[in-house]
């Protein structure tokens, strides 16, 4: 099957600064991208779609200047989480669509960001 | 408003003892169904993807069939290690490309 990868698989920081997420895929080109957001407990929440080139689609109650989304090319995707609070905490979990033929997502490993 | 609800919410089976997990959706127009499966702290592995009604497809111990209301995920003879979270996910053909809307799952513990 397909691999992505992320990195960092955690990551503790201080309220009020940035932290970057990366997603790569490695044996596929990723047309498109997902990031969710999973909660203890609970299922995965879609937080936005991104195609390589082009601007992210956000879902509805996630803020874009929040959490800035850049697909730069077919096998990277990187999520910002800008101004980081506590309440970011949470299990991030990326994935990707190897093209047009296919629509199965191949998901990461997630990363766990703990804001003090 | 796509929806899925799976059941039971968690399940316990003795190794060897077969079951099924549900899974019911309601979509506008389903392009498919996914069967994931998660281990505690890691992203979720693929499993199955089912479009059609009377569709079946099996991988080892596991086997996923879709009816036009419903999937079932049939378990033969489990061992401890199935045990995970196991996440059912519908594409429906009037969301944007890929989308999928996931269930929240079902905790399978298999115990020796």
């Known amino acids: 099957g397909a691999v992505v990868s992320q990195h960092p698989s955690w990551v503790i920081c201080k309220s009020g600064t940035s932290v970057k997420i990366e997603c790569r895929s490695l044996?596929?080109?990723?047309?498109?991208m997902f990031w969710y957001r999973q909660f203890p407990k609970q299922s995965l929440m879609l937080m936005a779609t991104?195609?390589?080139?082009?601007?992210?689609?956000?879902e509805q109650g996630v803020e874009k200047d929040k959490f800035l989304i850049n697909h730069a090319s077919l096998t990277l995707s990187t999520l910002t989480v800008t101004s980081a609070h506590p309440e970011d905490s949470s299990f991030y979990i990326c994935?990707?669509?190897?093209?047009?033929?296919?629509?199965?997502?191949?998901f990461g490993p997630g990363t766990r960001l703990t804001v003090l | 408003e796509d929806q899925v609800t799976q059941s039971p919410e968690a399940l316990r089976l003795q190794e060897g003892e077969s079951s099924s997990l549900n899974c019911s959706y309601t979509?506008?127009?389903?392009?498919?169904l996914f069967w994931y499966r998660q281990d505690p702290g890691k992203g979720p592995e693929f499993l199955f993807t089912?479009?059609?009604a009377g569709e079946e497809k099996e991988k080892e111990r596991l086997k996923a069939t879709l009816t036009k209301k419903e999937s079932f995920l049939h378990i033969t003879a489990p061992k401890p290690e199935d045990s995970a979270t196991y996440l059912c996910?519908?594409?429906?053909?009037?969301?944007?490309?890929?989308?999928?809307?996931f269930g929240q799952g079902t905790i399978l513990t298999v115990h020796p």
């Open positions: 994935s990707g669509i190897a093209g047009p033929s296919t629509d199965t997502q191949y």
């Open positions: 044996d596929f080109q990723a047309t498109t």
């Open positions: 991104s195609n390589e080139g082009s601007k992210a689609t956000y």
């Open positions: 979509v506008s127009g389903l392009r498919g």
């Open positions: 089912l479009y059609s």
């Open positions: 996910a519908v594409q429906a053909g009037s969301t944007s490309y890929g989308k999928l809307t």
